[in-house]
């Protein structure tokens, strides 16, 4: 890949030394976590190419798209409405990076106790090996955390294209409105970039095509219910991970087609786990890509996971948008109903995200909970001990796990990890 791609990763303004070498450790990584699974669905071909090719191929094709005058839409959020993104005839990819890089660049600018997450995004930009950043017409920061909103003042002097949309942080009317004022806005803001007006016709047309990827997930979702499970909870998230970037369409059809072969699986009752093998539900904050530590970690240990209560997964994915709205203001307002549903732990009270992680853990037939937390992230860090709570009351087993994107606590992860799925058995 990389002689193919050089020239354009140099035109990007990538340091193609350093990139070099994230895509080796990518490379290899991916290799030892994902391609020494067994039984994996054929199905996976197409996303072992889709990740063999992230800065390959699909910059290529975003920058061709770039030539024919679609722009690009860079976001670090599910709040960031992919819809109306899609009905400018813009492209929206996922900017949240999951890997430390050029940490000691990053903690010129960050204090060193902030989330893996936001840091990993400044690393990639400051490092100069995020094509997704460099090829983006506008960066999309949303003021969420107090991490992501204060440091988006940093990140602002470091593109020329950053846009910061405010959020609610509190379900009540005053939330709304304030969510629908500020999509009419960054609509406004995507008609002025794209020169596209966003009229019924095409608000609908984006409306069906976002939802038809999330129709898509949810059909692999309710294969997983199946025991033995018929497909690793790695290969599944690596799929929820690819939602973020892939040609929406081409991702739908793919999606589909593994859930033909997946359903297939279930009818002869096989899988890539033990039937009866203990089942885990995943809880907390988002993994994005190359983040598969926790995951690994557990189904190296002798369980599988069952689903993603997760921004890469099922909270960021598990509502539609209403499609039957005749004006411009009902599709808007629909889009404000799906996303203000969104139980990300930066509202004040959250109790919806109880209830749903505990009707998922009973939906998947999961036998316990793991709630990953990244340190630092104080929404989610302070959220766990409730959802414990919650869950341990419904006698549902839980274990609490607070990491990083680093490598040191692999032995100690996994020593707890297999101790709690010993308790599961
Ligand atoms: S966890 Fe919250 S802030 Fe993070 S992507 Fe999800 S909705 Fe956005
Ligand atoms: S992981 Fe937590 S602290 Fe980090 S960006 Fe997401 S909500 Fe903010």
């Excluded at 994230?22 to 391609?35: I, K, R, T």
């Excluded at 589909?256 to 890539?272: F, M, P």
Aim: proline share 4%; glycine share 6%; charged share 25%.
């Amino acid at each position: 890949m990389t002689a193919t791609y050089e020239q354009m990763w140099k035109d990007l303004g990538l340091d193609l030394v350093a990139h070099d070498m994230l895509m080796q450790v990518l490379g290899q990584g991916y290799q030892d976590v994902f391609l020494t699974q067994e039984s994996r669905p054929q199905g996976m071909d197409y996303f072992n190419f889709v990740m063999s090719e992230v800065h390959g191929l699909r910059i290529k094709e975003l920058l061709d798209g770039k030539k024919e005058g679609k722009k690009v839409i860079g976001s670090f959020c599910v709040f960031v409405p992919e819809e109306i993104v899609r009905a400018s005839d813009a492209t929206l990819v996922g900017l949240c990076t999951g890997a430390d890089f050029a940490t000691e660049e990053v903690e010129k600018v960050l204090p060193r106790n902030t989330c893996s997450l936001i840091k990993s995004a400044f690393g990639f930009k400051l490092g100069k090996v995020c094509p997704y950043i460099e090829s983006a017409d506008m960066i999309v920061g949303e003021n969420t955390c107090d991490g992501k909103k204060k440091s988006y003042e940093v990140f602002g002097q470091l593109v020329p294209n950053l846009y910061v949309m405010d959020l609610p942080q509190m379900k009540s009317p005053e939330g709304k409105a304030l969510l629908k004022a500020e999509y009419y806005r960054f609509k406004d803001r995507v008609e002025q970039l794209t020169g596209n007006r966003i009229d019924v016709a095409r608000l609908k047309n984006g409306i069906e095509i976002v939802n038809n990827k999330r129709r898509a997930v949810h059909r692999l979702s309710q294969l997983r219910k199946a025991d033995p499970a018929p497909i690793s909870g790695l290969d599944a998230l690596l799929i929820n991970q690819v939602f973020f970037y892939d040609d929406p369409i081409r991702f739908t059809e793919s999606v589909n087609k593994i859930c033909d072969e997946i359903e297939e699986r279930t009818k002869t009752n096989s899988g890539v786990a033990a039937k009866g093998a203990p089942r885990i539900l995943l809880s907390g904050c988002p993994m994005a890509v190359p983040n598969w530590k926790l995951p690994w970690i557990v189904e190296t240990s002798g369980a599988v996971i069952v689903g993603e209560e997760s921004c890469v997964g099922e909270r960021g994915v598990r509502n539609l948008t209403a499609d039957t709205g005749s004006t411009l203001d009902e599709l808007m307002n629909a889009i404000v109903d799906r996303y203000f549903q969104v139980d990300c732990a930066i509202f004040t009270p959250n109790p919806d995200r109880l209830q749903h992680v505990k009707d998922m853990a009973t939906a998947y037939n999961a036998n316990g909970v793991i709630h990953y937390g990244l340190q630092f992230c104080q929404p989610y860090q302070m959220e766990a001990m409730p959802v414990e709570q919650a869950l341990e009351a419904a006698s549902i087993p839980t274990l609490r796990i607070d990491t990083d994107y680093s490598m040191e606590d692999v032995e100690q992860l996994k020593t707890r990890v297999e101790a709690f799925i010993e308790r599961l058995r």
